[in-house]
Every structure is written in structure tokens, then in C-alpha cells.
């Protein structure tokens, strides 16, 4: 590997992005990470400084350019280092509407005669 390179999966866990490198690792093999806009599908693409990664972290997708490289995986204020956010914002949470099928306050669990009633409104 050239001088001033390293792995993509190896940068993601010494960042901090991924809990193992094997998680790391998978995540490049299912294409869910992008190198300056292009799909990668192999997780010993090289990476260098001023790279920008496109990823997906639970319900937002991180837009990531890379600082500096690492040497080893180091605690999270020394991983913070290692690269830039640029993410566009998180949109505000919007209120949840009521869940279906809650019972009323009070109702509690239903007794074994609601439950044979709704057993035979099924069965019918």
C-alpha cells in the first residue's frame, strides 16, 4: 500500500464509525459506503486525506471528510480528529401519531372472557 494511504475498513473502526472492523468490513461489501460519490464494494479500497465518504448511520447518512490517517485505533476524542462532518443537517423530529391498538387507560390486560369473545369474533 502507498505512503499516506490505508484501507477504508481499517479508517472506519480506527474513526470510530464502526464498532468491529468485520462490521466495517461488511459494510463495504454491501456497497453502503461511497468515495468521493462512487460505490465501493470492496473494503481494501485506499483512502487518503481530503477524501470524502458517503454513508448511511441508522436514519441519517454521513457525509465525512477525512483529516488525517491513523495507526491504530485510539479513544473517541483522539478518532474525533480524524475527520471532518459535513452532513447537511437533521431535519427536525416531527411529532408521532397516535399508535394503533392501545387500549384505553385503566383496561389492562384482557380478562379470559374477552379474550374467548375475541377468539370467536376471529373464528367467524
Do not use: H
Amino acid at each position: 500500500m502507498n505512503e499516506g494511504t490505508l484501507r477504508l475498513d481499517k479508517w472506519l473502526w480506527y474513526a470510530r464509525f464502526c464498532k468491529t472492523r468485520s462490521l466495517a468490513t461488511a459494510m463495504c461489501r454491501a456497497g453502503q459506503v461511497r468515495v468521493n460519490k462512487v460505490p465501493v464494494r470492496k473494503s481494501n479500497q485506499s483512502v487518503r486525506a481530503g477524501d470524502v465518504l458517503t454513508f448511511s448511520q441508522g436514519p441519517r447518512i454521513r457525509v465525512i471528510r477525512i483529516a488525517s490517517l491513523a495507526t491504530r485505533r485510539g479513544p473517541a476524542p483522539e478518532a474525533a480528529t480524524l475527520y471532518e462532518d459535513i452532513s447537511p443537517p437533521m431535519p427536525p423530529r416531527q411529532a408521532r401519531p397516535a399508535e394503533v391498538g392501545l387500549r384505553e387507560p385503566g383496561a389492562g390486560r384482557p380478562t379470559k372472557r374477552d379474550r374467548r369473545a375475541l377468539d370467536r369474533l376471529r373464528d367467524n
